[in-house]
């Protein structure tokens, strides 16, 4: 299956100009100019950014969040009283709504890569098995310790570590003699998927804490109340150097998705192509999921509302799709912060939530094609 095509009118009468489609077939979409929507988009998570960092249950004033933001960007004053205010917003709210924005845009981005690079519609990051392999290695620090000597560095070390074995395991199952092909790429991924899951249940199951137990289930469903700044900027690398490449690649994603055969005619190796989206998809999936837990329909729902906006042409997808990821998971991290405050609600239980009618109305929607079925 292809990358997915938009189709956005059912009429199939032509713009002015153009001769009428053909019967059945509506005519060409037209797409929004990318220059204003990636400034709209970039104003957008600006405004999502102060947001998240001013709105909370703590009662900090917008006047005392924007010079408490200033005082840690220039290194200016805080008066002692205001110190734990100030600690609220620079230390815990910030750094918070960073990664929030971090998380969003590399979901955003891999799940554009990964549905070129299997051709389905339908995948997204964790298709190939690389969230659950990470669960795998978070849950034995939460659980029993594992990695104690590493402090801070044990959760998100193990959740690394555990989601590159997963990469190499799942790359070892799906290759062979004549590739890596998408077919097998998701079938393996997926069993491995459900066997990584099985593990982790087992292992939060047969622990002792109930507290511990607790604390996996919200890593689980995705979590960003662990965020400190040491954990940002690892995240933020990732995510940078995960997107450059993808935009580099553009124009060898815009062949692969069209399949391997015309991949190998625009002189794109598709097998070698492949190979390198899946490790930059596991090594970022890798990195995101160690901060964040397994935070689901952002990199499936993104894509396809991107697409819709610009088009299938990747070097615009890859423009759009972070920046929209960013500005969506930071307005789902303050939902899941306020909607039942003092208790904070799951991110990935808020995305999905939000993710499933959206793809309901998306497949419903008139004209819009899933891989092209």
Request: one cysteine or more; charged letters at 10%; aromatic letters at 8%.
């Amino acid at each position: 299956m292809g990358i997915p095509s938009q189709l956005t009118s059912p009429s199939t009468t032509g713009p002015p100009g153009r001769p009428p489609a053909p019967p059945g077939r509506p005519p060409a979409p037209r797409r929004l100019p990318l220059p204003p929507l990636l400034a709209g988009l970039g104003a957008a998570l600006i405004g999502s950014l102060l947001c998240c960092v001013g709105l909370g249950s703590s009662g900090v004033t917008w006047s005392q969040t924007l010079r408490y933001l200033w005082a840690g960007l220039s290194g200016g004053a805080i008066a002692p009283e205001e110190f734990s205010a100030y600690t609220i917003i620079w230390e815990l709210r910030f750094p918070r709504a960073l990664l929030a924005a971090v998380v969003g845009a590399g979901l955003s981005a891999i799940g554009v890569a990964v549905q070129a690079m299997v051709r389905n519609a339908l995948a997204d990051p964790f298709v190939l098995g690389i969230s659950s392999g990470a669960a795998v290695g978070a849950n034995a620090v939460l659980l029993f310790g594992a990695l104690g000597s590493l402090g801070v560095w044990a959760l998100s070390g193990a959740a690394f570590a555990s989601a590159l074995a997963a990469m190499l395991l799942v790359y070892a199952a799906a290759r062979t003699p004549y590739g890596l092909t998408p077919l097998r790429l998701v079938l393996t991924g997926t069993a491995m998927y459900y066997g990584f899951s099985a593990v982790t249940t087992l292992m939060v199951f047969s622990a002792d804490r109930g507290e511990s137990a607790r604390s996996a289930m919200m890593w689980l469903l995705g979590s960003l109340g662990g965020a400190t700044w040491a954990s940002v900027p690892i995240a933020a690398a990732a995510v940078a150097g995960g997107l450059g490449y993808l935009l580099w690649s553009a124009r060898n994603l815009n062949a692969l998705a069209m399949g391997d055969e015309t991949a190998a005619a625009l002189g794109v190796d598709p097998d070698r192509m492949r190979r390198r989206l899946f490790v930059v998809a596991a090594a970022v999936t890798g990195a995101v999921v160690a901060v964040s837990g397994a935070i689901g329909f952002v990199g499936l729902m993104v894509p396809h509302v991107t697409r819709i906006l610009v088009g299938a042409d990747h070097r615009r997808v890859l423009a759009v799709a972070p920046l929209l990821g960013a500005v969506l998971l930071l307005w789902v991290d303050i939902v899941s912060r306020l909607l039942l405050a003092p208790v904070e609600l799951p991110v990935g239980a808020i995305t999905a939530v939000i993710g499933v009618p959206c793809f309901v109305l998306l497949m419903r929607r008139r004209g819009y094609t899933f891989g092209g079925s």
